[in-house]
């Protein structure tokens, strides 16, 4: 069984950065497209990135475009999201999730991914 879990998370002023990492353990990420999502309170929980299998696609929410980065390391089984100019728009539970494909079309659809984190909260102050 797969185990995700989010970490990085934290508060921060209003054009800070902060570096979510999400850990496998019980799976590898190197076969599997992954992603970032996140929930603000009284929202539905929204994609924010993807990356796939072998990270030569990437894929961003419009809002985050420029500002976040996407990464992975497979020798550390690990996925990251750099998040730089944060704003409190960017105020949320964020969630790592991956799929069984290499590939996923449908990639901004929570339906697309298999196994999610348990969520990190990201609090940005004005």
């Known amino acids: 069984q797969v185990q995700l879990v989010e970490s990085g998370g934290g508060l921060v002023q209003a054009g800070g950065s902060l570096r979510l990492s999400c850990a496998a353990s019980?799976?590898?990420?190197?076969?599997?497209?992954t992603a970032w999502f996140r929930q603000a309170p009284g929202k539905e929980r929204e994609f924010v990135a993807h990356?796939?299998?072998?990270?030569?696609?990437?894929y961003y929410k419009d809002s985050v475009k420029g500002r976040f980065a996407i990464s992975k390391n497979n020798a550390k089984n690990t996925l990251y999201l750099q998040m730089n100019s944060l704003k409190p728009e960017d105020t949320a539970v964020y969630y790592c999730?991956?799929?069984?494909?290499?590939?996923?079309?449908?990639?901004?659809?929570?339906?697309?991914?298999?196994?999610w984190g348990q969520g990190t909260q990201v609090t940005v102050s004005s």
């Open positions: 019980g799976g590898s990420f190197e076969d599997h497209a």
């Open positions: 990356i796939n299998w072998s990270g030569t696609r990437t």
């Open positions: 999730a991956q799929s069984w494909f290499r590939e996923t079309p449908n990639f901004g659809a929570p339906t697309s991914y298999t196994y």
